[in-house]
């Protein structure tokens, strides 16, 4: 008979989350993932199988997480153009808050992984296209209401927010001064 679990695999998968946001997938250690679990070999693998079955587990969760908090932006009863700034603008404030200012799992994801996991790519173009949806959304609304104008259709005026919003992210790693990326936000708010 099996023994029964001891730990909490959401907590485990919570801990994993950090340590490929952390560092990626290749520099995330078996080992590493063991200590920040609390999990010990077998259990890790016995619970979440390889080391890149969990990777894709906590890249879902975190796609997951961030959905979430879309979902929360478009209920602001807000006109679009604000509701726009307010999108990118919550995500260079959940970076900037962060000591280390990681940028966004799934970017570091598309970097690091690319297309060479198709599994993986398929998750990382899922998120990617639900934050283009999620802005595109926005921008609609503000073309609806006259704050953005309807020179472009808003479904590539969104591939271009996020575009940059992604780019501004990369860019704030290396950033001493958060003032410059919010001048860039204000910028292509204007452009609306």
């Known amino acids: 008979m099996a023994r029964p679990r001891s730990f909490d695999a959401d907590t485990a998968l919570g801990a ?5 946001w952390d560092a990626g997938f290749g520099a995330t250690s078996t080992d590493e993932l063991c ?3 609390g999990l010990s070999r077998s259990s890790l693998y016995n619970t979440f199988g390889s080391k890149r079955d969990l990777y894709l587990r ?3 969760r975190y796609a997951s997480e961030k959905q979430g908090q879309r979902t929360e932006l478009l209920a602001a009863e807000v006109d679009g153009r604000t509701l726009v700034a307010a999108i990118l603008a919550s995500v260079l404030d959940e970076q900037w808050s962060d ?7 799934m970017i570091n994801a598309c970097v690091e992984i690319g297309a060479s996991d198709d599994e993986v790519r398929r998750a990382l173009a899922s998120n990617a296209e639900d934050f283009r949806r999620m802005i595109t959304e926005a921008v609609r609304r503000g073309q609806l209401d006259g704050s953005i104008h309807t020179s472009a259709p808003a479904d590539r005026l969104a591939a271009v927010l996020a575009a940059a919003v992604d780019g501004l992210q990369v860019r704030s790693r ?7 990326v919010d001048a860039a936000v204000s910028t292509l708010v204007d452009l609306l």
């Open 16 to 20: 994993a989350v950090e340590d490929f």
């Open 35 to 37: 200590r920040s679990t």
């Open 58 to 60: 906590a890249i879902l």
């Open 99 to 105: 000591d280390d200012r990681r940028t966004c799992l």
């Open 174 to 180: 290396i950033d001493l001064d958060r003032a410059d």
